[in-house]
């Protein structure tokens, strides 16, 4: 397949899901079929980007001409397709194509594992790549990969307060660190070292980010233990996501503020001290500036809706009730 220079990044269109708008700093994880989304674009994928989401295409059966930035290849299944985030991608599938589409953020798998995840992350989305495994491995990956798509489906169906199931994360764990493995044997093969880079880096501020966002560090501590400035710490945040790093801080503990409140009968003031708030009013100020509610009120709201915390905390508005 010749190589195409596709559009500037500027006029391309950036996405969370193919067709759906972007959330500047989303925590996601989905996980898809090919099918369920390139079947209703006559499976032909335009070029676009994503905007700190990381993505793999897993191709089962059939084949794809498939662009990364300005390279174009063919593939036939099974292999995975590699997508760090903010690299221009594009699609043909022959109809009838089988495989998944696994999208997440680093903060959606880092969280609650940040010791686990943070080197599979940085080695299989340090460069877009696509990755051939042996027989028994793409097996493997293939059966995880279907597990993972039934309870994503499951989790989706159930979704309410009380129920945040662990499952896809582990699974989607489990994928993302069987083809860094591939990535780590392909690179070796071909004698490349891996390359830290801008993409390493942010993927060890989202770790650090998992460690520390409880005790309140500043943007500079950050920076120093990644031994950068804070201008550029902001700079490759703000590249990724559309947020600086302060206000990802700040969103992230929203995000747990209200994952707690819906999921933790315990008073407000006491998880205020738990976030690490040293006086309750501060945070609720600083709840109801994120989310436009009290922390109360928003309790109330999400008990009474049945909607999920995770996924309303993706929404700086809080629906009352499920989309």
Known sequence: MPRRRPATATTLPSFALYGE?????????????????????AWEIQAHIHQGLHQVLWLQLGEAEV???????????????????GV???????????????????????EGDAAGVGQALQTLFAQPRTLQPEAEEAAALS???????????QAEREAGPGDGSP?????????????????????????????????A??????????????????VSRYAERLGLSEERLNRMVKAETGLTAQALLHARLAREACRRLVHVAAPVSRLAFELGFEDPAYFCRFFKRHTGHAPRAWREQAQRSGVDADARARSPQMPTKAA
């Open 88 to 110: 221009v991608h594009a699609f043909r599938f022959t109809p009838g194509a089988v495989g998944q589409v696994l999208t997440l953020s680093a903060a959606a798998l880092a």
């Open 21 to 41: 708008a972007a959330a500047p700093g989303m925590s996601l994880l989905h996980v898809e079929e090919i099918e369920a989304r390139s079947s209703q674009y």
């Open 67 to 85: 662009i990364l930035d300005e390279s174009g290849t063919c593939v036939a299944g099974p292999v995975a397709v590699v997508i760090p985030p």
């Open 167 to 199: 499952v896809p994360g582990w699974l989607a764990r489990s994928v993302v660190w069987r083809l860094a493995r591939c990535a780590r044997r392909q690179d070796a093969a071909a004698r490349l070292p891996e390359r830290p880079g801008q993409r």
């Open 143 to 153: 059966a995880l990969l279907a597990n993972l798509l039934a309870e994503h489906r």
């Open 201 to 218: 880096l942010y993927t060890r501020w989202v770790v650090l980010l998992e460690a520390h966002y409880l005790s309140h560090w500043p």
